[in-house]
């Protein structure tokens, strides 16, 4: 698939839609979630253009990839979630049900979370 540029987090990126930034460094972005699903709930997305999880694990750069992942574990910190703990998770396609064709990465806390997926489906 194919990078959209008007997808909605790339309007965030580019300012173009505001948010209530988390933080921001070289290769990461992160704000709240317009629909919160937990009393914290964050997005990080990466800087490039990746459409998913896939896109994103197979095309960017190595230091994209590390910056990325760096900036999850600092969001967290940064939310005082690390003690408590926290869930991260990132959809993919379909079945995943990913709404927003820009890769992202869901950061849930501030409550225990209960089990990881709904269960008996
Ligand atoms: P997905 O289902 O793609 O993993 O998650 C997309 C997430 O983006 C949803 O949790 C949804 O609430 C959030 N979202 C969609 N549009 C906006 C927006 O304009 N601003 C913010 N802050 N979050 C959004």
Do not use: W
Not at 43 to 66: C, H, Q, R, W
């Amino acid at each position: 698939m194919a990078y959209d540029d008007e997808n909605v987090f790339a309007k965030i990126l580019r300012g173009e839609i505001p948010c209530a930034k988390v933080y921001e460094d070289d290769h990461a972005f992160a704000f709240n979630d317009i629909n919160p699903q937990a009393p914290v709930h964050v997005l990080v997305i990466p800087k490039g253009p990746y459409t998913s999880m896939d896109d994103f694990a197979a095309n960017a750069k190595d230091a994209e990839i590390t910056g990325f992942f760096r900036a999850v574990g600092a969001v967290a910190k940064q939310l005082k979630l690390d003690k408590p703990g926290y869930r991260i998770l990132a959809n993919h396609g379909s079945d995943g049900m990913q709404e927003v064709p820009h890769f992202h990465v869901h950061i849930f806390g501030g409550k225990l979370l209960g089990p990881m997926l709904r269960r008996g489906d």
